[in-house]
């Protein structure tokens, strides 16, 4: 059973830190490119960085840039995403997604297996 779970969510104040991870099961990560994405209440879902499988790291949104890092233990098979200085604006729930034998792609449509998601509330 290919699975990935997200956790590691959960109410945060302003300008806290949260980590998430993205534990495969069922394969491994070494070879995909892994994803983290989110919807916020009323938008579609969008990309937030990704991470190859050599190790390379991309912010697909800006306002996350020096905020966000994303990171891969193939040890550990998971993926995460260190949040730092949490704003209101990033409440949404946060997904994982897993690409095999390409790159990171900007379009979700592109990714092969995903998580369910875990909920990111930053309060006001």
């Known amino acids: 059973q290919l699975q990935l779970v997200e956790s590691g969510g959960g109410l945060v104040q302003p300008g806290g830190s949260l980590r998430l991870s993205c534990a495969a099961s069922?394969?491994?990560?070494?070879?995909?490119?892994i994803g983290w994405f989110r919807q916020a209440p009323g938008k579609g879902r969008e990309g937030v960085s990704c991470?190859?499988?050599?190790?390379?790291?991309?912010n697909d949104e800006d306002s996350v840039k020096g905020r966000f890092t994303i990171s891969r233990d193939n040890a550990k098979n998971t993926v995460y995403l260190q949040m730092n200085s949490l704003k209101p604006e990033d409440t949404a729930v946060y997904y994982c997604?897993?690409?095999?034998?390409?790159?990171?792609?900007?379009?979700?449509?592109?990714?092969?297996?995903w998580g369910r998601g875990t909920q990111v509330t930053v309060s006001s």
């Open positions: 069922g394969f491994t990560l070494n070879y995909y490119a």
């Open positions: 991470i190859t499988p050599g190790g390379r790291s991309t």
């Open positions: 997604a897993a690409r095999a034998n390409y790159g990171c792609a900007r379009d979700s449509a592109e990714y092969d297996y």
